[in-house]
């Protein structure tokens, strides 16, 4: 079947520094890869896709790789600020009509 | 609209009583989708509408839930006899078209129902 594991929350972090937030899947067929984030008082938004193994999604800063072997997606960003803090979804596609998703992480970036 | 508008925001219900849940998507777009969020749960997709075909309900979990969808424009998901487990944030979603043409899909900020 088709799922998504990604990295439990929440994460706390300085301003400036380092995110990576650790998403997996197992799917059926080729997925396109996303990421979405939901910000406080706003609905999910797409942050970056990946529709095929060694593409790179980016978005304001972070990035995304599609790792076929190793089933990965994990974003990365160098320097965060505290408007990122949101919480961050990975989900997949493999053809059908919907997405699926991982349970979400809470980012906290505090000044 | 400029978005996914959902209402109510906010809904508390007793146990047994029906509830409605509505979403009104960007004008235009002919895809809709509804996902629930349980309580440390990912999003679990509902069901689906695409123009005027059959929608795609394989998510619903159960027969006390339907949705529809009048006018390919505005939908209602209904629950039936609220059990406390249906507490979830339901959102809503649309997309120009399906996901299967890479569509950008766009949520609204969600329903809110607690069961009581």
């Known amino acids: 079947g088709n799922s998504v594991t990604q990295m439990e929350g929440p994460v706390t972090l300085s301003e400036e520094a380092f995110l990576t937030i650790n998403c997996t899947y197992t799917a059926t067929g080729y997925p396109s890869l996303f990421w979405y984030v939901q910000y406080p008082g706003e609905g999910l938004q797409l942050l970056l896709k990946?529709?095929?193994?060694?593409d790179k999604g980016s978005n304001k800063g972070f990035e995304a790789t599609y790792r076929k072997e190793t089933t990965s997606f994990h974003l990365e960003k160098g320097s965060v600020q505290v408007s990122d803090s949101a919480v961050y979804f990975c989900?997949?596609?493999?053809?059908?009509?919907?997405?699926?998703f991982g349970t979400g992480t809470r980012l906290t970036v505090i000044p | 609209g400029a978005g996914v508008s959902q209402s109510p925001s906010n809904k508390v219900t007793e146990k047994g009583k029906d509830v409605e849940l509505r979403c009104d998507p960007i004008s235009g777009h002919t895809a809709l989708y509804w996902y629930r969020q349980s309580l440390g749960q990912g999003l679990e997709f509902l069901i689906y509408?695409?123009?005027?075909?059959?929608?795609?309900k394989s998510g619903l979990p159960s027969d006390r839930f339907s949705a529809e969808r009048t006018g390919g424009s505005v939908s209602t998901l209904t629950i039936q006899r609220t059990q406390q487990e249906d507490s979830a944030v339901y959102l809503c979603?649309?997309?120009?078209?399906?996901?299967?043409?890479?569509?950008?899909?766009?949520f609204g900020e969600g329903s809110w129902l607690t069961v009581v």
């Open positions: 989900a997949l596609r493999t053809g059908a009509n919907n997405l699926f």
């Open positions: 979603a649309s997309s120009l078209s399906g996901l299967r043409s890479g569509n950008t899909i766009y």
């Open positions: 509408f695409q123009g005027n075909s059959a929608p795609d």
């Open positions: 990946a529709t095929k193994a060694d």
